[in-house]
């Protein structure tokens, strides 16, 4: 394990030394000197990401496939905005912007004797104990995860914009980051956000981000197996989130509006939105504007989705017809 680190720590400064120190210096940047190990650590996650995905992940799915496809072609997309997610820094970017933020809005509060409510300050006992803290980063975080997913689905213009994840009909472990770009730059803050508000380091930061994407991306694995059904009420395993890409049908209209949670089920039980029912259907949506994404290419679903979300907006404005107790 510690020669895995020192090879990791290896690599990670030969690229800052051949690569990124000097074009700081070339091109005046030497303010991001601090930032530029985070940045090239989180590219370096991004690649073994990448690498888990083709090695274990894609032989997992060839060996005990959930749904079977005369081809990928439809998937085939996925695979870009993988590429664009995973090796692109947009959240750990927005991170770092908001970083020097928290800073000031920390001694602003403190002029006036208050502090903000970090986890370390409301439970000062978890200082010296960096798993445990690291723990409970991680269930604010995924929280967090689970009450912004379902905004996604209750709020109508956010789900013009989520509707481009659940279009799918072949769900892969590719899926994961098919999102819209505004809906990932949102995201990006309200997760940046909450992170520094309860007091997440850089590093950290780096860490919560990697376990819980290696998750999602295997809980959108198209595979036939879980994590079995003891497991799978502490982990979300693909079972559990392939139902909630399960297309709507006349008999469960909602089917979808179920199984939130990114990494841990127990929001999803807590709340009374998970569905155990290991059934297996086709995934997709019931609607022929968003499935109309499946066929497109990548700039062609962006620009689809902008349009759905500004007939969303314009129909929010519209008044409602009232219905009266008399008709
Ligand atoms: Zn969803
Ligand atoms: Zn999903």
């Known amino acids: 394990m510690q020669g895995l680190i020192d090879t990791w720590v290896d690599v990670q400064s030969w690229i800052l030394e051949t690569a990124v120190h ?21 590219l370096m996650l991004g690649v073994v990401q990448i690498a888990v995905i083709l090695l274990v992940f894609r032989p997992l799915e060839r060996l005990a496939p ?4 005369p081809d990928r072609k439809l998937a085939r997309v996925d695979v870009v905005y993988t590429l664009l997610s ?28 208050l502090m903000l409510p970090t986890v370390e300050q409301v439970v000062p006992w978890l200082r010296d104990k960096p798993l445990l803290l690291f723990a409970t980063y991680f269930l604010l975080y995924d929280l967090a995860g689970y009450l912004l997913h379902r905004m996604q689905h209750a709020v109508p213009w956010w789900w013009a914009l989520h509707s481009l994840h659940h279009s799918q009909r072949q769900v892969t472990c590719w899926s994961d980051d098919r999102n819209h770009v505004l ?22 930061y780096v860490a919560l981000l990697l376990v819980s994407r290696l ?95 500004g007939r969303a907006i314009i129909a929010s404005f519209r008044p409602r017809r009232l219905a009266h107790p008399a008709e």
């Not at 959240?91 to 002029?111: A, K």
């Not at 059904?229 to 209209?253: C, E, G, I, Q």
């Not at 019931?286 to 979300?309: E, I, P």
């Open 215 to 309: 998750v999602e991306s295997f809980s959108h694995a198209n595979v036939r197996f879980g994590f079995g059904r003891v497991l799978d009420k502490l982990v979300v395993d693909p079972w559990f989130h392939r139902t909630h890409h399960a297309r709507a049908s006349a008999s469960k209209p909602h089917i979808h509006d179920s199984n939130f949670g990114a990494v841990l089920p127990v929001w999803d039980l807590l709340f009374g939105t998970a569905v155990y029912d290991y059934k297996r259907r086709p995934t997709g949506v019931d609607s022929r504007d968003a499935d109309a994404d499946n066929g497109k290419g990548w700039l062609g679903q962006q620009v689809a989705v902008l349009g759905r979300l």
């Open 66 to 69: 959930a749904e079977h496809w």
């Open 86 to 113: 995973k090796l692109g820094l947009l959240p750990f970017i927005v991170f770092v912007v908001l970083y020097p933020v928290n800073d000031w809005l920390q001694e602003s509060v403190r002029d006036y004797d």
């Open 183 to 204: 809906d990932d730059v949102l995201a990006s803050f309200y997760f940046a956000v909450v992170a520094l508000l309860i007091g997440v380091q850089p590093s950290q």
């Open 22 to 42: 000097p074009l700081l210096f070339r091109f005046g940047y030497m303010t991001f000197f601090e930032d530029a190990p985070f940045v090239v650590e989180t």
